[in-house]
């Protein structure tokens, strides 16, 4: 294969289109199958007058009838008394080689081989998209999801949602959020993965659980200033996204006001009486959260792990109508503490040593049930500081200070009381009273 008659044209210039960048466009048919397998027109745009540079690029790509360049760049390096690198950089300075075979498969721009190697490379067959292309899908996506979110969410706040006709439950858990997570104009609500010096919940998953609830129920709505790229556009024209990974606004064009309203409303007198049996479900909720989270974290301390299900949450359920939080923490360290042990001593599975803790755990409520004893109360640890959930139900609302943890619900109720008493040292001189 050989180069068009370009010696006619010393500088290769085109006269015929002054507004071109290029000095030279060459092109030729390969008169062989190339190393590609191509026998297409091969294009070398050439963008200097230079005649040594012109003629170093076209000695670059030229190709041989059996498909291999004609020359090593070591050869022409010599030819030119230069170093392979300075012919390198000659000939990504000034000229463009293109593909006959790879196309943008948008614009159908013909790729550019950055070089030999690129040029034998057979990954290149594969399908392309130029960057130009590219930043343009990237930013149309952008626009279509901003744009459908933001369809969305003017929908939803055409009906704004009166505080008054939301439960108990949603007045707590949404004052609750917006205290965790709403900036300071209380406008919108931060993303909760981007949250960290607080905690909603006791666990990341009930946290979860409840802002999944609050947006089922319509009183979250996805902001369009979240990071679009959690969010993903559907087929049937909505879009599906992560609870944790998204701003919120609040269903009111007044959020502002639409949450002031809400801390007024917990703060009514006759709030707790009038709402006693509501409030009651949600600190049953809150307060078996608390000791699902401590189990966890202590089964973790001795890398034990457990799976929580209905049995377990029976037995916490059954503790916690005599047991206050900070008493079931006693009973839930020393299970424990026990299956580790047991681990250790009958080198049985971690998950076998995992799965003894309910069990242990209804035994010790049973033992201290019957026999009266009472149970100490742990203190809370300071890495688990009251969570916002709770703050908002037992401090706001019940004005107990962090209650839900250091009494029992029956009390904080005034339900009929049951023995034992709370705080009075029980047999457990191994146990801490802050827990790690
Ligand atoms: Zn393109």
Request: aromatic share 10%; hydrophobic share 35%; proline share 4%.
């Amino acid at each position: 294969m050989h180069f068009p008659a370009y010696a006619h044209q010393p500088n290769c210039r085109f006269n015929s289109d002054k507004n071109a960048s290029h000095f030279c466009r060459l092109t030729w048919a390969l008169d062989s199958k190339n190393t590609i397998g191509d026998s297409q027109r091969m294009t070398l745009e050439i963008y200097t007058d230079d005649s040594s540079h012109s003629a170093i690029c076209r000695e670059y790509w030229q190709i041989g009838g059996d498909g291999a360049f004609s020359k090593t760049i070591s050869e022409i390096a010599k030819t030119y008394k230069m170093t392979t690198t300075e012919v390198n950089k000659i000939v990504k300075a000034n000229c463009a080689f293109f593909s006959p075979h790879i196309f943008c498969e948008a614009c159908e721009e013909p790729y550019q081989f950055e070089g030999r190697t690129d040029f034998t490379s057979k990954a290149l067959r594969e399908k392309w998209t130029c960057q130009d292309c590219k930043t343009h899908i990237a930013t149309t996506a952008l626009e279509a999801k901003h744009n459908c979110v933001t369809r969305h969410a003017q929908a939803a706040l055409s009906k704004p949602i009166d505080p008054y006709t939301m439960s108990v439950r949603q007045l707590v858990s949404l004052a609750a959020l917006s205290r965790f997570g709403a900036d300071e104009s209380l406008t919108y609500i931060h993303a909760f993965d981007s949250i960290r010096d607080n905690e909603l919940t006791p666990s990341t998953e009930y946290s979860i659980a409840i802002i999944k609830e609050l947006y089922s129920s319509k009183l979250l709505i996805v902001s369009p200033n979240s990071d679009l790229g959690r969010i993903t556009l559907n087929e049937n024209g909505g879009y599906s996204f992560y609870m944790s990974e998204v701003e919120f606004l609040l269903p009111h064009p007044n959020p502002a006001g639409f949450i002031t309203a809400i801390e007024e409303d917990l703060l009514t007198p006759g709030f707790f009486e009038e709402h006693k049996a509501e409030l009651e479900f949600l600190a049953q909720e809150i307060a078996l959260q608390e000791c699902l989270a401590f189990l966890e974290r202590v089964l973790m301390e001795h890398q034990l792990q457990y799976s929580p299900g209905e049995k377990t949450f029976l037995v916490l359920n059954k503790g916690l109508e005599s047991y206050s939080v900070a008493q079931m923490c006693n009973f839930i360290w020393r299970a424990a503490k026990d299956a580790a042990a047991f681990y250790i001593r009958n080198r049985v599975s971690r998950d076998h040593a995992a799965k003894t803790v309910v069990g242990s755990i209804e035994r010790q409520i049973e033992r201290a049930s019957a026999n009266g004893w009472s149970v100490t109360a742990y203190r809370r640890n300071y890495d688990h500081p009251q969570s916002v959930l709770s703050r908002t139900l037992y401090n706001t609302v019940l004005k107990t200070d962090d209650g839900g943890f250091s009494k029992r619900i029956s009390d904080l109720f005034q339900m009929p009381t049951r023995p034992p008493a709370v705080d009075d040292s029980m047999s457990s001189p191994d146990a801490p009273d802050n827990l790690h």
